[in-house]
């Protein structure tokens, strides 16, 4: 069971031998042989089933462990695809907007920040969440300063103050968990909670560790940092931060929330009530907001806080149905999202009102854009529209109507959002110089889309996935 | 940054100062497993030596001393050298980081060399990143002073 | 007022503090200090909790049988670490930003901000 540290081990090693081999083309060879090998260990993953592995070899609940069962695999999964997609979109010419000397720091930050993200979605120590949230989120806001432009340097303090504070907030509560029960694994905390004479001391614990991950994951109304993040960052960050960056926060809440404290406990504190609430907000609010954007990569971001939206809503239900609802949604919203942010990128401009003629100029990615834009609507035949009506589903037979109300709302405010991206594409414009886009990128368009509609028609396996990472967290 | 160059007590007192600065740092690092100590301090104290050599000589000497470029290869090879350890374990069969498999005879033995190992890995990257961190503010002119391509 | 729980009214007041001046203020050194405070807080609170009535330092000695919990003490070293880095990098970030707009104001960037950009 020792290959269990592999999907955060590999990115790790990668990042001080990338410094250190240097070079632009060398290092981007590097990042990839990295994270396909990372990417083949999750895969193998699969094949070995649930398990545990100690590190240093000292056993739980003394040492760090490290937990893959259902529930993080498909996690996993994700986060080493979106690192693959990322890396499509940062081939070593297009770098040159970057303002490092070094741009092997940049390969490195982004092997990083891969590696924190699959160290969150595999360790079973509570503390050890926050060490790997930090690695992440550090090496997240480097990667957004170097954005284009000198409003990514904003957007990155901002990432910073906020990501701290929810990366303290997780700090605190772990703290007050310790100081409540004196263990650190998750799965031992959860036993001791019962017995713990400090009741207020778990309460306030909990709550900040799921305040933590709620900023963290952009959870309306903590989202401020987002589309600042998403809109201002290097297109590989942008693509790897939307298509996973969020999710294995939302992850790492799930397992906090039913790993550590249970079903009683959440019931009997209302969480399902609060969650429901802030979920319908982040619909309404981030779909709003998307309308008003007049920048695509803007617009897209807040798509997002509204699809993290969604998700909260799956999960707000507590029930096996909505949670195996919200894992599809994470790993549907991942590919397609991911896939939308490959076809923004490598715009002269990604203004709105510049998009007009991008399906004379570019009709390969206007075609993907299209099919990419439907399927985060909901279309049938789409990706999109089986995790909707699966989370449709889940949450009627909750029985929460305000959820469904609000569900039926947003998703007509999409149709609007997607209406002002999609229409502009295919009208004809003066400019139809033709845009030239790396191949690389197109492979990413053209995989991101046929998955897309792949799963549309034929969602088994993926379902059967969420349903088992669902009854592993239950 | 302005070097005081002239006041000669300082520099005198500095000069008599860092060896034993750096001497102690390697104290705390050896001494880690035994005693209070280890390679987060040991690298605190060891880069204090240099920064207080800079601030007294001048950003100029000090980095010709131990020049930045070095420093970026110090600290990952301090990172690989703690993760080589466990990569190591993990190739042998044992866990990632059980320091048993560095000799399985005499676990004992083998804990006290794979900690020091590790301290080293951590003590060296400490030492150059934060004196990065360092010479990267200390060594920034005025933005005014500065064209686009210095930057970075 | 229980005397023995006076790290923990000070870590609250560190943690009010904190989080008030990351909220409150524009100038970006000022929120980096507040969010410095706000950690520092959480640092106070972890090392008080490894605290042992008329323990000592956890170093092993003959004649010493009762001694401080060290594991609280090794949390915050890592999180300490992670606190100088993000400290560090927050800096560099100011330092940045103050070479592009030529000002850290926050009203005096959004005003130069209003000028559309490319």
Sequence with gaps: MNSLVLPALIPLLAAPLIVLVGGRKRAWILAWIALAAAFASVLHLFSLGDGQNALGGWDAPVGITYV?????????????????????????????????????IFYALYCLCVSGLAGMASTGDAFNVFVFLEISSLAT?????????????????QYLVLGTLGGS???????????????????????????????????????????????????????????????????????????????????????????????????????????????????????????????LKALLAWSSIAQIGYIVLGISTLSQAGLSAAWLFMLFHGLIKGGLFVCASGLSSDRIKNLPG???????????????????????????????????????????LLGVVVFALSSLLAVAYVARIVLPLWQSSDNSQPLITPWTMRLGMLLTTAAALLFGVWP?????????????LL | MTPKRNNAVLRVVTKQIIPMILL????????????????FQAGVIFAAGFVLYALVFGLDLASRAMPARALFRIAPLGVLLFAGVGVYSLLKGYAFLDYTAIDPHDPVHAQHLGILIIELGVGLTVFSVLLLIFYAFAGRRRADSLTHKDMG | MNLGLINGYAAVALLMTGLYIVLAYDNPIKRLIGL???????????????????????????????????????????????????????????????????SIDEQHILELEREPDA
């Design chain 1, 169 to 295: 907030f997780v700090l605190l509560g772990v703290g007050l968990l310790y100081m409540a029960t004196g263990s650190l694994n998750m799965a031992d905390i959860a036993r001791l909670i019962p017995a713990s004479p400090l009741h207020n001391a778990v309460l306030v614990g909990g709550a900040f560790v799921l305040l933590g991950f709620m900023l963290k994951s952009a959870l309306f109304p903590l989202h401020q940092w987002l589309p600042g993040a998403y809109s201002r960052s290097p297109n590989a960050v942008a693509v790897l931060l939307a298509a996973s960056g969020t999710k294995v926060s939302l992850y790492a809440l799930c397992r906090i929330m039913f790993g550590v404290f249970g079903l009683s406990w959440l019931l009997a504190h209302h969480v399902d009530k609060i969650l429901l609430i802030l979920a319908c907000a982040a619909m309404l609010f981030g779909s709003l907001g998307a309308i008003q954007q007049t920048r």
């Design chain 1, 460 to 472: 088994g396996p993926v379902i059967e996935l969420c349903r088992q990472a669902a009854e592993a």
């Design chain 2, 24 to 39: 102690f740092a390697l104290y705390v690092q050896f001494h880690g497993e035994y005693g209070p100590g280890g390679g």
């Design chain 3, 36 to 102: 410095s405070i706000f950690q520092a807080a959480i640092f106070v609170l972890y090392i008080s909790m490894g605290r042992i009535a008329g323990g000592t330092a956890p170093i092993l000695a003959e004649g010493f049988e009762h001694y401080s919990h060290p594991l609280p003490h090794v949390l915050i070293l890592t999180a300490i670490v992670v606190g100088v880095a993000m400290l560090a990098l927050g800096l560099a970030l100011i330092v940045r930003i103050y070479e592009e707009y030529g």
């Design chain 1, 358 to 400: 991008l399906g004379r100029r570019d009709p390969l990615r206007a075609t993907c854009m299209t099919l990419l834009a439907l399927a985060l609507l909901g279309v049938p035949l789409t990706a999109g529209f089986v995790s909707k009506w699966l989370l449709l589903q889940a949450v009627w037979d909750s029985g929460a």
């Design chain 1, 141 to 157: 806001y480097a990667l957004v300063a170097s954005g284009p432009g000198r409003k990514a340097l904003r957007a990155a303090f």
């Design chain 1, 68 to 104: 893959i069962d259902a529930a993080n695999r498909p996690i996993l999964l994700l986060i080493m695809l979106a690192g693959l997609l990322g890396l499509l979109c940062a081939p070593p010419d297009r770098l040159a907007w970057l303002e490092t000397p070094r741009p092997a």
